[in-house]
């Protein structure tokens, strides 16, 4: 099995995103954009996609000024896999033809599994979707059907076996935990039987109900602590430790690989990497600027039949807002933040309250630090929202 380099320090480079936004049904357990009902505008939102990622490049210079290669393009929704593998053909070639893409970029696809057959799976190998990321969820049937899901388990083993078949050598499972029903032994049992096929990335979820996304918080400022529960914990450590058995490392919260197979996408995500994203409720990051295209499928459609980029919320962050997100990103990571950004970014007398909470929270057993940076110990992972406003508060001038 051939493997990427693992990740180090270098800038990541410019990523892409692409949101797809349809949807047969909209799942409650789901927090992203989607629209149902909406097949007949495949064609014209493919067409809208071109003229955004034209305007876009032409305008966001300041995204990667040391280098303008694409370094990892991801598609996700959505159903990025419900207009066909016609459509997704189409977009890899738009977004890559145009502009230029660096020789090694990891290009990644988000697939339901009801939508994978040993057509659509050679079609976009064949294309230079190199990375596929599977939303199989649970092989439990029952489980499945709690949560809307349209697939089964069966389904989901057939769809692994397509894409391998068609040459996918780079698959990742994405697994929920805490569904309705579901005891320590099913949890263990789908875990058991997504590490029989052998994937590179393991995505280990807990079920939530629409709550914000991470990237969302950071647009907003609104940071919160996860809520605590034995139905979750329990699932988690049990995950974290069949993982770690089976070679794989948590190198961030929820995500886990095999070495040298951590998605670049994340890790451009999690380490403040530029990020250029497309399609109605796409998140971008440029400089200072944080912005999510318009949650809206018919304006964002309008906008761009108008040649006009469709409105957008947007955030300045001054220096401050950027070290918030330096820690709360930071310690999402295995390796966790680092003191220079954070040294550039804040006065003396500010670090200084945060290295005291930093050396609490060392002390009662939550953080290990270094002369680098700090990072979680493993039996804190769980509760990393919760540290984090820890220090956010402290650099905020809250109470210590």
């Known amino acids: 099995m051939s493997r990427r380099q693992p990740e180090i320090d270098a800038p990541l480079g410019l990523s892409l995103y692409v949101h797809v936004p349809f949807c047969r049904q909209r799942c409650p357990f789901c927090a992203s954009y989607g629209v149902a009902g909406a097949e007949g505008q495949f064609d014209a939102f493919l067409r809208a996609l071109q003229r ?14 040391e280098s303008r290669a694409i370094a990892s393009i991801y598609v996700g929704g959505g159903t990025p896999s419900m207009p066909g593998h016609a459509f997704l053909q189409d977009l890899l070639g738009m977004l890559t033809n145009a502009y230029p893409v660096r020789e090694d970029c990891e290009i990644t696809v988000q697939l339901n599994p009801e939508d994978v057959d040993r057509e659509l799976a050679r079609a976009l190998v064949a294309a230079g979707f190199g990375r596929v990321s599977l939303g199989v969820q649970s092989f439990d ?8 899901r349209g697939h089964s388990g069966q389904d989901a083993t057939a769809a692994i076996e397509s894409l391998r078949e068609a040459g996918c050598e780079n698959l990742s499972l994405d697994l929920m935990f805490g569904l309705p029903g579901q005891s320590l032994g099913a949890w263990e049992e789908t875990l058991a039987r997504a590490l029989l096929c052998g994937p590179q990335h393991l995505g280990v979820h807990p079920l939530t109900r629409a709550e914000a ?29 069949l993982l770690s058995e089976h070679g794989y490392t948590l190198y961030e919260i929820t995500n886990a690989a095999l070495p040298g197979y951590e998605c670049r996408h994340l890790l451009g995500v999690w380490s403040r990497a530029p990020l250029l994203g497309l399609g109605p409720a796409a998140h971008s990051l440029c400089g200072n600027r944080r912005w999510r295209t318009v949650c809206d499928l018919d304006l964002y459609l309008r906008s761009l039949r108008a040649q006009q980029r469709p409105p957008r919320d947007s955030v300045r962050l001054d220096a401050l807002d950027q070290a ?27 670090l200084e309250r945060m290295r005291r909470k930093v050396r609490f929270l060392a002390a009662q057993g939550y953080l290990e630090l270094d002369e680098q940076g700090a990072r979680l110990q493993p039996q804190a992972r769980y509760v990393c929202d919760s540290v984090a406003l820890e220090l956010i508060n402290a650099v905020s001038g809250g109470a210590e």
């Open 324 to 350: 918030r997100e330096e820690i709360y990103l930071g310690l999402r990571r295995a390796r966790g933040f680092t003191w220079a950004p954070l040294e550039a970014r804040l006065p003396q007398a500010t």
């Open 52 to 65: 955004e990622w034209s305007l876009a490049a032409a305008e966001e210079t300041e995204c990667a000024p």
């Open 213 to 241: 996304t991470t990237l969302d918080r950071l647009l907003t400022g609104s940071f919160s602590a996860t809520p605590l529960s034995e139905e979750t914990w329990h699932p988690y450590q049990r995950a974290a430790a």
């Open 141 to 148: 049937d029952q489980a499945l059907r709690a949560i809307g």
